[in-house]
């Protein structure tokens, strides 16, 4: 019977998610989850202190400066940074776990994280996201009115930076519409589950059978 098939799914697929500040990448993933598909996102860790309405757990890992570099030693973090004195990060332990019970894993991070988790797993989908032009990143930033024109002006040229680096991804999704972006995300990830990047190990497996 048709669609009767499924390959065996040995693991999650670990997805890096990144995209200029203003594109809408928070938006988009919101969008994504309401439909409740089985995958989950990555929470970051960071040593600096819970700000008002921020749930540990939920918002960040909140942990010590301590804990933090002994996750460093231990190799216990898949990338991090420092950003006014503090750490910021993602932990390689509940990343793996929700990996091996199947579920995807995707990873809002920037551009320079994201280079160094493609490298280390080369196996991991990457996704960028894009406006649909530069003019409407900028009026996105401008309409947070959240940020001084300067602060604007370093987001713009920091976006434009990154987006120098978007064809360094597996696939592209431009955020035109967050419901058809959000469409598009879901069906990049099924997809891949078909693509040979994931499936080696089952066609092994084939062949060792033969």
Known sequence: MIGSYTAPKEHGILVVFSGPSGAGKGTILKRYFEDDPPAVLSVSATTR??????IDGVHYHFISREEFEQLIANDGVLEYNVYNGNYYGSPRGPIEEELKKGHDVILEIETNG???????FPSALSIFVVPPSF???KKRLIGRGTESPEEIQARLEKGR?????ALDYDYIVVNDEVETAARRLAEIIRSARWSK???QS???EV???A
Do not use: D, T, W
């Open 202 to 204: 089952f066609i092994q």
């Open 207 to 209: 062949l060792n059978n």
């Open 197 to 199: 990047k994931f499936n």
């Open 161 to 165: 930076a990154e987006i120098e680096m």
């Open 135 to 137: 003019e409407e990143l």
């Open 49 to 54: 202190a819970p700000r008002p309405g921020e």
């Open 114 to 120: 994201a280079g160094h988790i493609r490298r280390m």
